[in-house]
C-alpha cells in the first residue's frame, strides 16, 4: 500500500522558516516525481513546486520561488520543502505528492504564519 | 502560465442525476495532461481521472473524462451519496503546473 506521510508543519512567525518532510512507503520512490501542494483555509489547491525522479529537474511556482527548496533522499525514501521567509499568505496545509499525475497524496500537514 | 477555469463553481443535483464539470484552459494542455480530483472535507484530493481520460485505479466507471487541446469534461453518469465533494482539475503538461478553482458539487 502507497504512504506518504507529511510532517514538520507549525506555528511561525512571518520571516521564519521551517523544513516539512514527506516520507514514502510502498513504491520505488527513486522511480518517481514528487510535488508539493498546498491548500490554504476554505481555498482551492495551489501547485508550488515539483522534482524529477532524477533531482536536476526542479520546478516552482512563482510565489515561492527563491524562498523555498525541495529536495529528495531517495535513500532515506523522504522529500522535503525548506521553506524560508515566510509570510502570512503561506499558511495551508501542505501535501506531498507522487508521480506526474500526483497518483496518491498524503494526509498534509499544517503551516501556520501568525505573529 | 497556463490558467484553468473551472465551470460552474457549484453545481446543484440530486441523487441519481448526471453531472458534467467544465475545466477550460488559457492555451492548449501539452499532450492532455489534464487530471481531475475529488476533495471531501478535511481529507486530501483523491485522483479521479488522469491524462485526460483515463480511469485512475479503483474509480468506479461512472466517472469519465473526455477533452484535449483547451476544453475537458468530467462526467459523473448517475450521483451517489459519497460523490458529493469538490472537484479540480490540474494540467501538469508544462510548469508552473496549474489547478482550477474548483467546482462544488452539492445536494440539491
Known amino acids: 500500500e502507497v504512504q506518504l506521510v507529511e510532517s514538520g508543519g507549525g506555528l511561525v512567525k512571518p520571516g521564519g522558516s521551517l523544513r516539512l518532510s514527506c516520507v514514502a512507503s510502498g513504491f520505488t520512490f527513486s522511480s518517481y516525481s514528487m510535488t508539493w501542494v498546498r491548500q490554504a483555509p476554505g481555498k482551492g489547491l495551489d501547485w508550488i513546486s515539483y522534482?524529477?525522479?532524477?533531482?536536476?529537474?526542479?520546478y516552482y511556482a512563482d510565489s515561492v520561488k527563491g524562498r523555498f527548496t525541495i529536495s529528495r533522499d531517495n535513500a532515506k525514501n523522504s522529500l522535503y520543502l525548506e521553506m524560508n521567509s515566510l509570510r502570512d499568505e503561506d499558511t495551508a496545509v501542505y501535501y506531498c505528492?507522487?508521480?506526474?499525475?500526483?497518483?496518491?497524496w498524503g494526509q498534509g500537514t499544517l503551516v501556520t504564519v501568525s505573529s | 502560465e497556463i490558467v484553468l477555469t473551472q465551470s460552474p463553481d457549484t453545481l446543484s443535483l440530486s441523487p441519481g442525476e448526471g453531472a458534467t464539470l467544465s475545466c477550460r484552459a488559457s492555451?492548449?494542455?501539452?499532450?492532455?495532461?489534464l487530471a481531475w480530483y475529488q476533495q471531501k472535507p478535511g481529507q486530501a484530493p483523491r485522483l479521479l481521472i488522469y491524462?485526460?481520460?483515463n480511469r485512475a485505479t479503483g474509480i468506479p466507471d461512472r466517472f469519465s473524462g473526455s477533452g484535449s487541446g483547451t476544453d475537458f469534461t468530467l462526467t459523473i453518469s448517475r450521483l451517489e451519496p459519497e460523490d458529493f465533494a469538490v472537484y479540480y482539475c490540474?494540467?501538469?503538461?508544462?510548469?508552473?503546473?496549474?489547478f482550477g478553482q474548483g467546482t462544488k458539487v452539492e445536494i440539491k
Open positions: 505528492a507522487r508521480g506526474r499525475e500526483l497518483l496518491n
Open positions: 490540474h494540467q501538469y503538461g508544462s510548469s508552473p503546473r496549474t
Open positions: 492555451q492548449s494542455v501539452s499532450s492532455s495532461y
Open positions: 491524462d485526460a481520460t
Open positions: 522534482i524529477g525522479s532524477s533531482p536536476s529537474n526542479i
